[in-house]
């Protein structure tokens, strides 16, 4: 069982930055992949980001390349989301998601509860 929280959003303006964090419980941090989704009310929740166990590959939606960033810190146990020059469309709650895959055991997915990231225009 892995437990995960969000942290930091908020108000923002148009072409303003944040930066979000995800902590997750356990002692297995390194072997899930971790990820960024979002979703604003009464839309479907989307892709916005991905980060291997390792750090060391990451891929992000069409929409949000060159402008969010997603890292972790496995020591920590936490995944970031630095997000830059924000526009309208980014608002939405921002969910942190870890996953992985266990030979004989099928997938593991788990979610947290979500920020919310406003951004005004």
């Known amino acids: 069982q892995v437990q995960l929280a969000e942290s930091g959003g908020g108000l923002v303006q148009v072409g303003g930055s944040l930066k979000l964090s995800c902590t997750a419980s356990g002692r297995t941090f390194s072997n899930y992949a971790m990820g960024w989704f979002r979703q604003a009310p009464g839309k479907e929740r989307m892709f916005v980001a991905t980060?291997?166990?390792?750090?060391?590959?990451?891929f992000y939606a069409d929409s949000v390349k060159g402008r969010l960033t997603i890292s972790r810190d496995n020591a920590k146990n936490t995944v970031y989301l630095q997000m830059n020059s924000l526009k309208p469309e980014d608002t939405a709650v921002y969910y942190c998601?870890?996953?992985?895959?266990?030979?004989?055991?099928?997938?593991?997915?788990?979610w947290g509860q979500g920020t919310q990231v406003t951004v005004a225009s």
């Open positions: 998601n870890a996953n992985r895959w266990r030979t004989g055991g099928g997938p593991e997915d788990y």
């Open positions: 980060i291997s166990g390792d750090g060391g590959s990451t």
